[in-house]
C-alpha cells in the first residue's frame, strides 16, 4: 500500500515543468542547507530573500559614492544624492504616482502608517470623530489608530469579516459615516492572504469625503499597485518584502494632504531655515526625512524594484498563484488540516492549522526538515481571535518558490501529524 505522503506526492515526480522558478539562480541565500536538508524558505510574508543585484547595489553604494545627501558640495555627496533621488523616482514610477514629492522614505509600513497617524488623522480628530479599520489588520494598522483614538477621544470602528476572512462590505459601508476621518485597511492581509476590494472600499469612502490609506506590505510584491488607478489617499509599504533591504520603506500621500500635515520627526534635512525664535520647513518630500537617511537602502530598494519591474508583477503573480492553488489543492486531502482564510479573492498566503497539533510544534519539525514557515498569530492576534484559535502555521510564497517545495512543505506537515497522532 502506498503512504498517503507518496498518494499526494505523485503528480510532481513526473518533472512537471511549472515546477521551477527562473529567477531562483539570482538569490544566494536560497542555497544552502539547514539541518541538513535544502532550505526551503517559505516565510516570505516576513520578509523576501534579496536577490544579487540588490546586495550589490547596497554594497556598491558603501564601495564608491558613500557620502551624506542634500548637503555636501563635493562629488560624492552628489552622486549620493543623485542615486537617493534617483531611487525614488524608481519608487514613484513602480506605484504610478504623480510626483517624487509624494514619495517618502522610511523606515517601513510601520513608520509610515505611524506618521499618518500622527500627522494627518491626530491633528483632525475629536472625540466625536472616527477611524475606520478592519478585523484582519497586522498589529502595525491597529496600534496607531488605538493610540491616536486615546490621545483625542476618537472612536475605532472595526469592519468585521466573514468565516472565509473576506471583508463585510455592507457593515464596511454602514460603518464609514459623516464623523470618519480616516479608512485604514490592508490591501492584502498577512495572516490569511485576503485581498481586500480596495477600489470599492476608496469608492464607499470618497462619497462621504473620507480619506483611506491602504497597508501595502504585503500588497507591493504580489499585486500591481498603481495608486492613481486606486486612487487612494495614502500607500505604505517595506522594502523588505520586495527583495529590498530591511530598513526602508515608502509612504505614498496624495500631496495635497502630505503639504497640509506637519512634520513627524524634526531636527536636520527636513528643515529649510532655522533661528532661535522659528523654523521654516522643507518642502515635501523632504519634511518628513528629518535626519540622515537610510541613503544605502534607499538604493537598495531601487534596484529591487527595477528587479522586480523588469520580470513583471504579472508574471510574479501568476507563479504565485500556481504555487498557491497548488499547496491548496494538497493541503485539502490532508486530514485534519484546515486552511484559514478561504477568500475567493487570495494571493501567496496559506494559513492552516493541524488538528492536535500545535503551529509551532508544526514549525519545528518543518525546520527539522529544512522548511522555513511562520507559526503563531502573524502579529494579527485579533483576526485569530475571529477564529478562535491561537495561531496558525503559515506558509507564503514568493517568486523564488517551485511546487517541489511545496511538496517538500506537505510532506513535512504529514510528517508532523504522523508524529503527533502515534
Ligand atoms: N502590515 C502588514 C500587512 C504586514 O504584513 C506587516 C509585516 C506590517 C504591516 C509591518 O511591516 P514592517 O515592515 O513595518 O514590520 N508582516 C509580517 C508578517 O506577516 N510576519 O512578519 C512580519
Redesign the pocket.
Known amino acids: 500500500m502506498k503512504m498517503e505522503s507518496e498518494v499526494l506526492l505523485a503528480p510532481n515526480l513526473t518533472g512537471n515543468s511549472r515546477d521551477a522558478s527562473p529567477w531562483r539562480d539570482d538569490f544566494p541565500a536560497l542555497h544552502q542547507s539547514v539541518h541538513g536538508k535544502p532550505l526551503v524558505y517559505l516565510?516570505n510574508?516576513?520578509?523576501t530573500h534579496k536577490p544579487d543585484v540588490v546586495i550589490e547595489a547596497e554594497a556598491a553604494f558603501y564601495r564608491r559614492d558613500n557620502a551624506n545627501v542634500h548637503r555636501g558640495v563635493h562629488l560624492l555627496s552628489q552622486r549620493a544624492t543623485d542615486a537617493y533621488e534617483a531611487a525614488r523616482e524608481k519608487v514613484r514610477h513602480f506605484i504610478n504616482a504623480a510626483s517624487t514629492r509624494e514619495i517618502v522614505f522610511v523606515?517601513?509600513?510601520?513608520?509610515?502608517?505611524n506618521l499618518v497617524a500622527q500627522s494627518h488623522a491626530r491633528p483632525r480628530l475629536t472625540d466625536a470623530d472616527n477611524i475606520v479599520i478592519s478585523a484582519m489588520?497586522?498589529?502595525?494598522?491597529i496600534v496607531p489608530w488605538q493610540m491616536v483614538c486615546a490621545q483625542t477621544g476618537a472612536e475605532l470602528r472595526v469592519v468585521p469579516v466573514n468565516d472565509a476572512g473576506e471583508l463585510d462590505m455592507e457593515m464596511c459601508a454602514r460603518l464609514i459615516g459623516p464623523n470618519t476621518r480616516l479608512v485604514a485597511i490592508?490591501h492584502?492581509?498577512?495572516?490569511l492572504g485576503t485581498i481586500t476590494p480596495a477600489a470599492r472600499i476608496i469608492e464607499l469612502a470618497h462619497a462621504q469625503g473620507v480619506p483611506v490609506l491602504l497597508?501595502g506590505?504585503?500588497a507591493i510584491s504580489h499585486l500591481g499597485v498603481d495608486v492613481r488607478a486606486l486612487d487612494c489617499d495614502f500607500y505604505?509599504f517595506?522594502g523588505?518584502?520586495i527583495y529590498g533591504p530591511?530598513g526602508i520603506?515608502v509612504l505614498y500621500g496624495k500631496e495635497a494632504l502630505l503639504e497640509a500635515m506637519p512634520p513627524y520627526q524634526v531636527g536636520g534635512d527636513m528643515i529649510r531655515s532655522v533661528t532661535f525664535g522659528e523654523t521654516e520647513y522643507n518642502e515635501l518630500p523632504y519634511k518628513f526625512e528629518a535626519g540622515t537617511p537610510n541613503i544605502a537602502g534607499a538604493i537598495a530598494l531601487g534596484a529591487a524594484l527595477d528587479y522586480v519591474g523588469g520580470i513583471g508583477i504579472a508574471a510574479i503573480a501568476a507563479h504565485e498563484h500556481d504555487l498557491l492553488a497548488y499547496a491548496t489543492g494538497l493541503a485539502q486531502n490532508i486530514e485534519g488540516l484546515r486552511i484559514v482564510g478561504t477568500a475567493q479573492h487570495k494571493a501567496a498566503v496559506l494559513s492552516f492549522t493541524l488538528d492536535g497539533v500545535h503551529p509551532h510544534d508544526i514549525g519545528t519539525i518543518l525546520d527539522h526538515q529544512g522548511v522555513a514557515i511562520?507559526a503563531g498569530h502573524?502579529?494579527?492576534m485579533p483576526i485569530m481571535q475571529r477564529f478562535g484559535i491561537a495561531g496558525t502555521a503559515?506558509a507564503?510564497f514568493a517568486l523564488y518558490n517551485t511546487r517541489a517545495e511545496v511538496d517538500a512543505l506537505m510532506a513535512g506537515v504529514i510528517k508532523a501529524r504522523e508524529m503527533f497522532q502515534r
Not at 523606515?107 to 502608517?113: L, S, Y
Not at 489588520?137 to 494598522?141: D, F
Request: charged share 20%; proline share 0%; hydrophobic share 25%.
Open positions: 516565510d510574508a516576513a520578509t523606515r517601513g509600513t510601520t513608520e509610515a502608517i489588520e497586522h498589529h502595525s494598522n490592508t492584502l492581509s498577512n495572516a497597508d506590505a504585503q505604505a517595506s523588505h518584502k530591511t520603506g511562520r502573524h502579529c494579527a503559515r507564503s
